[in-house]
């Protein structure tokens, strides 16, 4: 009696946990081996999880024949402006993996320009509309360094994924991502006006 009472609190605690419940010490019979087997199949599936995100981005990446400066340099001769970041992404949410440049232009429009990763052509743009379009005039105000400078500078650390504007607080820089060929993260802040690339703590803390 007490046996099923203690599978049970097990059960229960691992669906409300979301499947991370650690087995109790039970008897060594078949019900205890059982039920550790399937509590160390539920810890086991959110790491699976991650890994697999981790190998789908380095399939991206590693498949992605145009590097983030050529993105963003293929964005700039369709539309001319300021580019303010560059992302390998998904499109949509599908399977398509795209280059997606958001360029602002001199009238302040913004614009989001997705650019073909295997021959750098532009399958299309379109204008979006932004509200920090201040703010990162404010912040690009007397910078030396184009997000093309900061996605090449950012690329002795490994293949730029990403460079963007970091306009909020004290120290505005630009922002980039890099994978190397084991799929390992890295984050990166580019200097506005030096280039000088330096780790970024603060997301790798997060």
């Known amino acids: 009696m007490k046996r099923n009472i203690v599978i049970a609190a097990v059960t229960a605690a691992a669906l409300i946990g979301g499947g991370t419940a650690t087995a109790l010490?039970?008897?060594?019979?078949?019900q205890g081996s059982a039920r550790q087997a399937v509590n160390a199949k539920l810890s086991d599936d959110g790491s699976r999880d991650d890994r697999d995100d981790r190998d789908d981005d380095a399939a991206r990446v590693s498949s992605s024949g145009v590097t983030a400066p050529e993105a963003i340099a293929s964005a700039l001769k369709h539309t001319s402006g300021t580019v303010v970041s560059a992302e390998l992404d998904d499109e949509d949410d599908s399977d398509e993996v795209v280059w997606n440049v958001?360029?602002?232009s001199g009238d302040n429009t913004w614009h989001s320009v997705s650019v073909d990763p295997s021959n750098g052509k532009?399958?299309?743009a379109q204008t979006d509309d932004e509200d920090d379009t201040a703010q990162?005039?404010?912040?690009?105000?007397?910078?030396?360094?184009?997000a093309e400078e900061a996605a090449k500078a950012a690329a002795g650390k490994g293949v730029v994924t990403s460079v963007g504007l970091d306009e909020d607080g004290k120290d505005?820089?630009?922002?980039?991502?890099?994978r190397k060929?084991?799929?390992?993260?890295?984050?990166?802040k580019i200097d506005l006006k030096s280039a000088k690339v330096t780790a970024d703590r603060d997301n790798d803390q997060d």
């Open 25 to 30: 010490a039970t008897t060594g019979d078949d």
């Open 102 to 104: 958001d360029v602002l």
């Open 122 to 124: 532009v399958l299309g």
């Open 136 to 146: 990162v005039r404010a912040a690009l105000k007397g910078s030396s360094v184009t």
């Open 172 to 178: 505005k820089s630009w922002e980039a991502e890099t």
């Open 181 to 188: 060929s084991g799929g390992a993260e890295q984050d990166w």
